[in-house]
């Protein structure tokens, strides 16, 4: 067995048990794999073991990787789920299945144009920043810009708003972590209920640390790096 069939094995155990313990079906769960800094061939070993949705972070790196990844291109899908810059959005349109970090008006504008340019219908996830650390990115739930991004979202049509996601404070306690993903869902709920054109299925939350608590608090997708595919290398900035 290698080290990824014995990770997700291991990892699919937790995730039923988490289920389990939240009373949620596993079918509610959805998996998906963070590839972002491994190479290619990863990918094509996890999509042999049924992987099917990946998480990339940077445009480039994603860029260099599809080449290779175009046998199982048609089986699997990728999404970007670091910040995107708008200058790069086109290039992003074109090369991802969706846009997670969906996180100004003007990316969801150059996005929008990019995507309807090629008759195209973009999933994208608007990512809420739940935590006071400046690196986090993402809007602010009380935001001027998102409730300007809200209200635009239903006119473009070259996107398909499917829900939220956040990333959790690193390292915070679990009691703080926990309060975070509750926010995001109850966020949700408000915002499902006052825009009733978007849809809101989606809370992507949680991650190697932390989705067990993501998975009690009502996560439909946890994105998992670690705990599948290892120790990153620190990344480049
Ligand atoms: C890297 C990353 C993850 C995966 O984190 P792990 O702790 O390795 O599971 C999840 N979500 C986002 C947005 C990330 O950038």
């Not at 939240?22 to 999509?47: H, N, Q, W």
């Not at 099917?52 to 789920?81: C, D, M, W």
């Amino acid at each position: 067995m290698t080290a990824l069939q014995a990770n997700l094995d291991k990892l699919e155990e937790a995730i039923a048990s988490a289920c389990r313990a939240a009373g949620r079906p596993r079918g509610e769960v959805e998996l998906m794999a963070v590839s972002k800094t491994f190479p290619a061939p990863a990918i094509l070993e996890a999509a042999s073991l049924g992987l099917t949705l990946f998480g990339e972070n940077r445009v480039q790196e994603f860029a260099s990787k599809a080449a290779a990844l175009e046998p199982i291109r048609a089986a699997t899908k990728y999404h970007l789920i670091g910040h995107l810059q708008s200058n790069k959005a086109a290039r992003a349109a074109e090369l991802f299945d969706g846009v997670d970090s969906l996180d100004s008006v003007r990316l969801a504008e150059r996005l929008h144009d990019a995507a309807a340019k090629s008759a195209k219908r973009l999933p994208v996830l608007v990512e809420i920043k739940l935590s006071p650390e400046e690196t986090k990115t993402g809007l602010e739930p009380d935001s001027e810009e998102l409730a300007r991004l809200l209200e635009l979202l239903p006119g473009l049509a070259g996107l398909h708003m499917c829900g939220l996601m956040t990333i959790a404070p690193w390292g915070a306690p679990e009691t703080q972590t926990r309060a975070c993903f509750r926010s995001l869902r109850a966020s949700r709920d408000r915002w499902a209920a006052a825009h009733p054109r978007l849809h809101f299925d989606v809370l992507s939350m949680g991650m190697s640390g932390d989705f067990a608590l993501a998975i009690a608090e009502g996560a439909t997708r946890i994105r998992v790096g670690t705990a599948l595919f290892g120790k990153r290398a620190p990344e480049p900035r």
